[in-house]
């Protein structure tokens, strides 16, 4: 018997998630110094992580022996303290991915239908499709996820809606009063997933906790992958109803998130002045960027984020080219786009590299 006879038909038709390229991957095939080489592809924090949090991070490597707190107490605890709720209304997952994860394994079963935006994060399609459940894609309007086509997409079949704000790869937002307005109009057998990675670069993140204090089924995705720094220890969270975030911890592993990343995570949130400069450095980058882009007539998705896409004709070609020359961004062709390319807010020095290198392969 063939193992294909075997295997769970959604995974033989599961596409495959494409990471923005590691710098190793680049040097090795391209015969570079992986130290000349800048990543703009991936949304990472170009100052890395708060020393606070590093330190705490060595800190709990000399308990590396043991295993983790399962249940995450302590950071739990620091969240609920940060957002005044309950230590019972966090779950805490092997970055936000997981939850997303996490979210299918409770809700969805095939024939369900999840509604989300297109183009938007492309992990909610994914964990859609390996659980056997249709994604219902909405257009956006002028770039932005429009809240109204969204609703009018629910059916007796739609278990989720996705809405990231800022989205990923747009760079755009929707307003408080309009994903509260859209939570309070879902029907009652929807759960309203609101992916927040993005919104500690926002002036006025929108304070979706009301809802979840209304009694709704909401569910809020935060990360400590963006301008925490800390992609690479794997540190995600949602928070929601206690009922809603006890079924998320029922289907998760015992010891999902590592003791470096849940140490590194509660120190990180204890140093606002190092978040706070990584926002301000980011609004700088974005007009950095914005200003190349345009003297270069080159058309771009204004972004409230740390990344921008900017319209550079063939995508993929200029992706390669650029790659050459050791600046590596993301192409967008999996997102429908392929004329554009998404590059994240780097340091000065880097986004003046890339503007730079962008020119030179743009005039050939
Ligand atoms: C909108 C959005 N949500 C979630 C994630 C997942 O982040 P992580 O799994 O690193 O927490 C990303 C990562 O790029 C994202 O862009």
Redesign the pocket.
Known sequence: MKLEALVNPSVLTQPVYEPGKPIEDVARELGLDPATIIKLA??ENPFGPSPLAKAAAVRALDQGELYPDGGCVALRAKLAKVYQLEPAQFVVGN????I?ELLGHVFLRPGDEVVMGNPS?A?YKLVTLLFGAKPVEVPLVNHTHDLAALAAAITPKTKLVFV?SP??PMGTANTEAELLAFARGLPEHVVFAY?E??AEYLDNPPDLRPLIREGRKVVC?R???KIYGL?SL?V?YGYASPELASLLNRVRQPFNVNAIGQAAAIAALDDGAFTAKCARENRVGLGQLEAGFKAMGLEIVPSVANFLLVKVGDGARVFVELQKRGVIVRPMRAYGMPEWLRVTVGTPAQNQRLLTTLADVLRG
Not at 95 to 98: C, F, P, V
């Open positions: 991936s949304n970055g936000s991915n997981e997303i994060f992990v990231p989205n990923n992916d990675a993005y995705l990360t400590f992958s992609a794997r995600g």
